[in-house]
């Protein structure tokens, strides 16, 4: 055979017994490496490292388990305009009073997102925002900021070089997803992907991103009313049967502890 079959290239195939080929293959897989971090005990793991820390938005906390987990990677996903960067943008100002906040917004300018900050009443010194679309530009973002949370609207938004396919294609939010997975757990960095949902609701992209995050939580409402919902669909550290309720105003989302009331104005009319 003169030509390889992948490559299509000639003259590159070379002659060799198989059995010797794939004796090398099994070394290959099961040489031992020396881990980074030894085993240990599981008595002697500290588990204060990954308790959750509140938001201070209580219908969230609720849905969450107790708040955010550190290194934890959540994917909040809703349709366009329903109020989830207003949801995120709250809960970044409120968590900057403890710590820095990274909010890179790739779906508008960073003066469009300050008017709605003022407006909301979430501008804080220790809330950094970037506008990027840029992957690279993100990490070197998240090396000058060092946040201790890390909020990305909409990961959809976001390309990557050297990565094959458009931004929001399949590959690209993949690939990011799986990086930013990495980056998170490397740095014990909270961090909150937004998504876009499809037509019939579910999470725009490959299924393998509910895979790779630890919590999805979905937000929703009725475009005609001011009624939001928030549900855990997969959650690593708390329940999936709990939901928050939220009105949205112009002064931004307001918890609702018993949203009967305005479920019942909302039937009648």
Not at 101 to 129: F, K, M, P, W
Not at 200 to 207: E, K, L, M, Y
């Amino acid at each position: 055979m003169g030509r390889c079959g992948d490559c299509e290239a000639w003259g590159t195939v070379v002659e060799g017994r198989g059995e010797e080929l794939g004796r090398t293959t099994s070394r290959a897989q099961l040489r031992a490496a020396q881990p980074a971090v030894a085993a240990v005990p599981i008595g002697r793991i500290d588990a204060a490292s990954a308790k959750p820390v509140p938001t201070g938005m209580s219908e969230l906390d609720r849905v969450l388990g107790g708040g955010l987990v550190p290194g934890a990677v959540l994917l909040l996903a809703g349709e366009p305009g329903v109020g989830k960067s207003t949801l995120l943008l709250e809960a970044g100002a409120l968590a900057a009073a403890s710590g820095r906040v990274l909010y890179v917004t790739g779906e508008e300018s960073a003066a469009q997102v300050r008017l709605r900050a003022d407006r909301i009443g979430a501008v804080n010194d220790s809330l950094y925002l970037a506008a990027e679309t840029d992957f690279g530009a993100l990490l070197g973002h998240v090396e000058d900021v060092d946040p201790a949370l890390l909020i990305v609207d909409s990961v959809q938004t976001i390309c990557a070089g050297g990565v094959e396919g458009v931004p929001g294609g399949v590959t690209q939010v993949r690939e990011i997803t799986a990086a930013l997975t990495a980056l998170a757990k490397q740095r014990t960095l909270t961090t909150v992907l937004v998504g876009h949902v499809t037509k019939d609701g579910s999470v725009a992209g490959p299924r393998m991103l509910e895979h790779l995050v630890d919590v999805v939580l979905h937000f929703d409402g009725d475009a005609r009313g001011q009624l939001r919902m928030v549900r855990a669909l997969k959650n690593r550290f708390g329940p999936t049967d709990e939901f928050g309720c939220f009105e949205l105003g112009e002064k931004g989302l307001t918890g609702l502890p018993d949203p009967s009331g305005m479920i019942r104005c909302q039937a009648r009319a």
